[in-house]
T-cell receptor, first 116, second 111 residues
Framework: KAGVTQTPRYLIKTRGQQVTLSCSPI?????VSWYQQTPGQGLQFLFE???????NKGNFPGRFSGRQFSNSRSEMNVSTLELGDSALYLC???????????????FGPGTRLTVT | QKEVEQNSGPLSVPEGAIASLNCTYS??????FFWYRQYSGKSPELIMS????GDKEDGRFTAQLNKASQYVSLLIRDSQPSDSATYLC???????????FGRGTSLIVHP
């Protein structure tokens, strides 16, 4: 079974621009989460989607947004980029959110975003 | 604010030894616990999940959970140089269902 895929893998943007990152989950997985990883803050949760609905949101400003499509693919958008947004952005998929389902998350390779 | 604490290390063990990685968490209502391995420059890889008190074994890995002490650990038996990586503890459940990751413990297995 193919793993989680993320595009693009690397991105360089200028401060003030916006960026859209894409994630395709493992086939059959309905939940997609996004994380930001930096050396200073570690792995931090951005948001989680299930069946096209945002179910959980981390403590990030409104410049960070996301969505999920009917095929479970997800995108995240960062507007008005700041230098501090430079990070590895990771997408993770899991089967679902219900208590009876497994919460194990499988990460994609990530998108390395550099803001100059 | 839910917190997950790990010793940053590095933890250095000789090849063939048992590596013991520890994690404590602050939210007593946490329900799901995970260990991930992350090699330098790569994304995290799920090793183990554990949901109830006690031990769970998978090959050379054993996860141990003690909810009363709010403590979860990962034991790696017969450690190999290829186990050298950063190990992340993740916790979910409780007051908010947001997954919280520890900062990770760097493990070095030397030949």
């Amino acid at each position: 079974k193919a793993g989680v895929t993320q595009t693009p893998r690397y991105l360089i943007k200028t401060r003030g621009q916006q960026v859209t990152l894409s994630c395709s989950p493992i086939s059959g997985h309905r939940s997609v989460s996004w994380y930001q990883q930096t050396p200073g803050q570690g792995l931090q949760f951005l948001f989680e989607y299930f069946s096209e609905t945002q179910r959980n949101k981390g403590n990030f400003p409104g410049r960070f947004s996301g969505r999920q499509f009917s095929n479970s693919r997800s995108e995240m958008n960062v507007s008005t980029l700041e230098l501090g947004d430079s990070a590895l952005y990771l997408c993770a998929s899991s089967l679902g959110l219900l208590a009876s389902q497994r919460y194990e998350q499988y990460f994609g390779p990530g998108t390395r975003l550099t803001v100059t | 604010q839910k917190e997950v604490e790990q010793n940053s290390g590095p933890l250095s063990v000789p090849e063939g030894a048992i590596a013991s990685l520890n994690c404590t968490y602050s939210d007593r209502g946490s329900q799901s616990f995970f260990w991930y391995r992350q090699y330098s420059g790569k994304s995290p890889e799920l090793i183990m999940s554990i949901y109830s008190n006690g031990d769970k074994e998978d090959g050379r890995f054993t996860a141990q959970l003690n909810k009363a002490s709010q403590y979860v650990s990962l034991l790696i038996r017969d450690s190999q140089p290829s186990d050298s990586a950063t190990y992340l503890c993740a916790v979910r459940g409780g007051g908010s269902y947001i997954p919280t990751f520890g900062r990770g413990t760097s493990l070095i297995v030397h030949p």
